[in-house]
């Protein structure tokens, strides 16, 4: 098995078996198969990048029913308003200067720049969700963004002063596309900017569910510096996020462009010293995973023999690894609740286990929910106080299964 990145040999260490769609919720009685692909991981003996074996066609994700929505978190629509403006304090102070958004989806993040007046650019080929972002009044291009589509929003638009992409970069198998894409649009001085979910808190949280179809790379510094010097960019900042269970932002600028941050440095020797890329440090991982399996469906197979009930809450993209890797279908968790219009109504991918919105939860409450959008946990739990004060407990399964 070769690297993505580049054609280095492939360690496979963590292997989750056949694996749905993470986000192609089922509609009841659709006679349609569903497709089916063998999720595990490896990481690259020669540049570190830690990615999945087997590749799914972009198009079965990402297309005009893609139900996944920016917006659908309070705490995420801050964050990317105070990106947003970030950007237009620090990087789009020039004349006319131009940002462009990879995966921009409804627009949550460049409404705020579409707000103040700055020329920008959202590439998403989601069609549902690029309409959203029209909506706002966000300029989009519905496509994949690749060095063809750089090339050509280059010729149009002109140079651009930001590339910025979240949750997106890691979505993107094709990635020295992307590179030589930010190549040709970028002005000499701009910065490619993009956060996703870091190698080094899915270790250290043992966040499996982090891994599913979509999410291809595993990022870390190490990893990234390899990969941009690859197309003659330097890695000159990373910065840790706590969003998404764990993130870090990287900023790439053409090499000699920009002097790296300490920050930069400080973040490699910590993956050094701690081993992250070496794959006796990632075995160790995947067999804590199986670990935390056996304890959840121990722990959920008890309660449904004492009569309790138990509901999901939140279905994410990444509930669909938890959920099919540990075989927990309907007869241990009834429904799960989710705010998304796109996902109620429908089955969860492969588990089928019903979707329904989130005024089921409390009606009436259940005995014990399964956290499944851990990742936005002190938000939920904030927004439904009443059901711990109503005797009801939370499951959560990283780091390790505990009830709060
Ligand atoms: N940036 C948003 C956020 O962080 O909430 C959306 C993240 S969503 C998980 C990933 C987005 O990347 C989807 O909207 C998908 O359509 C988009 N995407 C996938 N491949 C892409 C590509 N080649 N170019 C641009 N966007 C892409
Ligand atoms: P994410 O982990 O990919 O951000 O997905 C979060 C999912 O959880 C999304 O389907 C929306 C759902 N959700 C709720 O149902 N209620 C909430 O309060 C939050 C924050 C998310
Ligand atoms: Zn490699």
């Known amino acids: ?18 694996q749905p769609l993470s986000d192609h919720f089922v509609l009841p009685g659709d006679p349609a198969p569903e497709f089916f692909f063998h999720l595990a991981v490896g990481v690259c003996e020669d540049c570190s990048m830690a990615q999945l074996l087997e590749e799914v066609p972009r198009e079965r994700m990402f297309h005009e029913s893609y139900p996944y929505l920016s917006s659908g978190s309070a705490v995420m629509r801050e964050h990317f308003e105070g990106v947003a403006k970030r950007l237009l304090a620090t990087e789009l102070t020039g004349p006319d200067p131009f940002v462009v958004e990879l995966g921009c989806n409804d627009g949550t993040m460049l409404k705020t720049v579409a707000d103040a007046g700055v020329r920008h650019l959202g590439v998403e080929p989601s069609g549902g969700v690029a309409d959203l972002a029209a909506a706002r009044g966000v300029r989009v291009r519905k496509d994949f963004f690749e060095a063809g589509v750089a090339a050509a929003v280059r010729a149009a638009d002109g140079p651009a002063d930001v590339i910025y992409a979240a949750n997106t970069l890691c979505h993107i198998p ?43 790379y595993f990022f870390c510094a190490a990893s990234v510096r390899a990969m941009a010097r ?22 790439l600028a053409r090499r000699g462009a920009r002097t790296p941050t300490p920050a930069v440095a400080a973040l490699l020797a910590e993956e050094e010293a701690r ?29 449904r023999d004492q009569g309790a009930r138990v509901y999901g809450y939140g279905a994410t993209a990444k509930s669909a690894t938890v959920l099919n890797y540990c075989g927990i279908g309907p007869d241990l968790v009834s429904f799960v609740c989710d705010t998304t219009p796109a996902k109620q109504g429908r089955l969860t991918p492969g588990s089928h286990i019903p979707v329904r919105g989130p005024e089921a939860f409390a009606d009436p409450y259940p005995d014990y929910a399964l956290l499944l959008a851990w990742n936005h946990a002190e938000e939920i739990m904030a927004k439904e106080t009443a059901f711990r004060e109503a005797g009801g407990r939370w499951i959560l399964y990283v780091p390790e299964v505990h009830l709060v």
């Open 174 to 216: 094709y990635v020295d596309s992307i590179l030589s894409g930010a190549d040709a649009l970028l002005r000499p001085g701009g910065v490619l900017v993009f956060e996703d979910p870091y190698l080094g808190d899915i270790v250290t949280r043992r966040s499996f569910d982090q891994i599913y179809d979509e999410h291809f």
């Open 275 to 303: 081993g992250l890329t070496e794959l006796a440090t990632l075995r160790d991982f995947a067999a804590r995973v199986a670990a935390n399996r056996d304890d959840l469906v121990a722990l959920l197979t008890g309660l």
């Open 230 to 251: 690859r197309h003659g960019f330097e890695l000159v900042d990373v910065e840790r996020l706590p969003v998404h269970g764990g993130e870090v932002r990287y900023t």
């Open 1 to 18: 098995m070769e690297c993505r990145v580049c054609s280095g040999k492939l360690h496979g260490f963590a292997d989750f078996g056949r």
